[in-house]
């Protein structure tokens, strides 16, 4: 028969590493949570001071003519008619479930209808954010260490990128490579041509931001021990680079990744707006515009969520680089 007290002790004992991670991860998911129903908070009661009323986005704006007994029915059916705390309880209630009910303007499930402009969004933030890394890591590894000159134009070129806005570089993209050029279409149209203008419009001012990041934080990995050591060792200059810098430059920049797509979620609005193509900002203006208030609940949150996900998988890209981030 086994003795219990040997069973006590043969069983496994939780690594503290893997228990720090753990915790780290329940905190993360914890976070996030609140933030989410924060957001949902702030949304609530700030559309609600919005002048008009919600009714006429219902019945399809201030022109409808509506009857007031209709007005009244609306109100009933849509839980319009009860105090401003009750109708907040019932959202939130919903918004646990994920039910975020019908749009008022276009009568459709609001879930469904966001959840398929998402992936468009996805793919052009995405994107953006891969060719700004590519552009970033492109013009510091080519510029630095090559003397004061070539310096001073990746410095330029970043700063310039990083100042430019994206309604003003959106217009000067449209005008030189489809007005003068003829090479891409004005406007977002199916397939790889049309993602180029908005793609660049969201990269540039990003890759000019990473760019002065990384072209610090590459001019202090030259200077530590490991560097001397490897070029010691008979190690090329690409190799230093490549093996060695890279790694620790980069850091800053990955960190910096997660507030870079919220960034870049954010600039979708105009982006989306200016080429005409469909995805959560345009689909976020429009609701707003109009007051469809679970569209634009609905578009909010899922951005969020999206935000949160993003930052806690550079987070982990962080730990996973850098050891010592998960020891601090």
């Known amino acids: 028969m086994t003795d219990p007290s040997n069973a006590v002790a043969d069983r496994p004992v939780p690594h503290p590493a893997r228990l720090r991670s753990l915790g780290w991860l329940a905190r993360r998911v914890g976070g996030g949570v609140f933030v989410l129903w924060m957001v949902a908070t702030i949304i609530f009661f700030a559309l609600r001071l919005i002048p008009g009323d919600p009714v006429d986005a219902i019945l399809g704006g201030p022109g409808s003519q509506a009857s007031a007994e209709a007005v009244a029915q609306i109100r009933l059916d849509y839980g319009l008619d009860q105090p401003l705390i009750v109708q907040y309880v019932v959202a939130m209630s919903k918004l646990v479930v994920a039910d975020f009910g019908t749009s008022y303007a276009l009568k459709v499930d609001v879930a469904s209808y966001v959840l398929a402009q998402l992936w468009s969004t996805l793919v052009l933030t995405i994107a953006s954010l891969v060719v700004a890394w590519v552009l970033a890591l492109g013009v510091t590894f080519m510029t630095s260490g090559r003397g004061r000159g070539a310096r001073g134009v990746g410095s330029a070129l970043e700063l310039l990128a990083a100042a430019v806005p994206h309604f003003w570089l959106a217009s000067l993209l449209i005008i030189l490579l489809s007005n ?29 931001f990473l ?36 790694r620790h430059a980069a850091l800053p920049g990955i960190s910096l990744s997660g507030w870079a797509f919220g960034s870049l979620l954010s600039g979708a609005v105009v ?22 208030i679970p569209v634009v609940t609905a578009v909010a949150l899922l951005s969020a969520l999206t935000f949160l996900v993003v930052t806690v998988a550079t987070d982990i890209i962080d730990r996973l680089v850098d050891p010592r981030v998960a020891n601090q």
């Open 271 to 292: 982006v989306e707006t200016i080429f005409a193509r469909p995805g959560l900002g345009r689909t976020l203006l429009s609701a707003v515009t109009i007051r469809d």
């Open 180 to 208: 003068m050029l003829n090479w891409l279409p004005p406007i977002s149209v199916p397939g790889p041509l049309g993602l180029v203008l908005p793609v660049l419009t969201l990269a540039l001012p990003l890759a000019g």
């Open 211 to 246: 760019g002065q990041l990384m072209r610090e934080s590459l001019a202090n990995a030259y200077e530590q021990p490991f560097v001397l050591s490897a070029r010691a060792r008979g190690e090329g200059e690409w190799g230093v680079r490549l093996r060695h810098v890279l």
